[in-house]
Nanobody, 122 residues
Framework: VQLVESGGGSVQEGESRRLSCAVS????????VGWVRQAPGKEVEWVSS????????YYADSVKGRFTISLDSAKNTVYLQMNSLKSEDTALYYC?????????????????WGQGTQVTVS
């Protein structure tokens, strides 16, 4: 599976940014996809996930109400709309995916990552 992120950049606090991730090469019938991030000197933090039918979305408490995840299945692209950005949102954002069974059983969805896109909020 290949994941290619885009949309990162530098923004001011309170502004918005949308990240995109083009996914290809799935070997599973069903999957989940989402985002994790890593700030400098900190551990990786799961941010959000969505199932492949866009039926269910999941958010970390730190971004709930500010970030929105969506999936365009026709384009095999997942988006992360980030509003009301804060300095603590500064991180390298990775698109991540897994078979849907991992999400169902373990509640996680980040077994396979892309290269990441940097978001800097100042």
């Amino acid at each position: 599976v290949q994941l290619v992120e885009s949309g990162g950049g530098s923004v001011q606090e309170g502004e918005s940014r949308r990240l995109s991730c083009a996914v290809s090469g799935y070997a599973w019938d069903r999957y989940c996809v989402g985002w994790v991030r890593q700030a400098p000197g900190k551990e990786v933090e799961w941010v959000s996930s969505i199932d492949d039918t866009s039926t269910r979305t999941y958010y970390a408490d730190s971004v709930k109400g500010r970030f929105t995840i969506s999936l365009d299945s026709a384009k095999n692209t997942v988006y992360l709309q980030m509003n009301s950005l804060k300095s603590e949102d500064t991180a390298l954002y990775y698109c991540a995916t897994d078979p849907i069974g991992v999400l169902v059983v373990a509640g996680t969805c980040f077994g396979h990552w892309g290269q990441g896109t940097q978001v800097t909020v100042s």
